[in-house]
T-cell receptor, first 116, second 115 residues
């Protein structure tokens, strides 16, 4: 089983709909992140969370919200989807307690979201 | 501000050629971490390497090698004797010590290795 699981893997929806992307992890990591990938732009950070009570905006948070329901779960919501939110979305985790600030992030397999 | 630039958008080589992917970064942090990730056609992101700013030793792992030069703010990635399975998008990323683990990604380089 994957350590970082994203659901759904693919989603096609219409403009104006509310969408929730879910991420769960079995790695026991404290830190979780949401990124979006667009062609030619790499990955950009949407939101990140250091624990259940600590949620922070990233570089491109407008139009998105998140919920950290438990240490293992971090959901990303698009309240009213628009076409330019069509992208590949990644959830990632990293471990606060390894003692190494540069601990690499571990990514889910991504959710491909298309908004018509 | 932190920034990562991968100036090569696409590279195409023939199998067995050597290829170097360039990565240039900007940061004001004195301690930082550099990463390379591979994204094969299937879409997942695969961690390849992490390098600390205070460790300038080059690293070799099989056909892969990395050249870290603080003087030029570069962290280049070389694949020796490329294979078709190396075809992927490669991302360079940066994280400052005080950035809470957040990664700043470059735009990615799409490598195509033809038989």
């Amino acid at each position: 089983d994957a350590d970082v699981t994203q659901t759904p893997r693919n989603r096609i929806t219409k403009t104006g709909k509310r969408i929730m992307l879910e991420c769960s992890q079995t790695k026991g990591h404290d830190r979780m992140y949401w990124y979006r990938q667009d062609p030619g732009l790499g990955l950009r950070l949407i939101y990140y969370s250091f624990d259940v009570k600590d949620i922070n905006k990233g570089e491109i948070s407008d139009g998105y919200s998140v919920s950290r329901q438990a240490q293992a779960k971090f959901s990303l919501s698009l309240e009213s989807a628009i076409p330019n939110q069509t992208a590949l979305y990644f959830c990632a985790t990293s471990d606060l307690h390894t003692g190494a600030p540069g601990e690499p992030q571990h990514f889910g397999d991504g959710t491909r979201l298309s908004i018509l | 501000a932190q920034k990562v630039t991968q100036a090569q958008t696409e590279i195409s080589v023939v199998e067995k050629e050597d290829v170097t992917l360039d990565c240039v970064y900007e940061t004001r942090d004195t301690t930082y971490y550099l990463f390379w990730y591979k994204q094969p056609p299937s879409g997942e992101l695969v961690f390849l390497i992490r390098r600390n700013s205070f460790d300038e030793q080059n690293e070799i792992s099989g056909r892969y090698s990395w050249n870290f030069q603080k003087s030029t703010s570069s962290f280049n990635f070389t694949i020796t004797a490329s294979q078709v399975v190396d075809s992927a998008v490669y991302f360079c990323a940066l994280s400052g010590r005080n950035q809470g683990g957040k990664l700043i990604f470059g735009q990615g380089t799409e490598l195509s290795v033809k038989p």
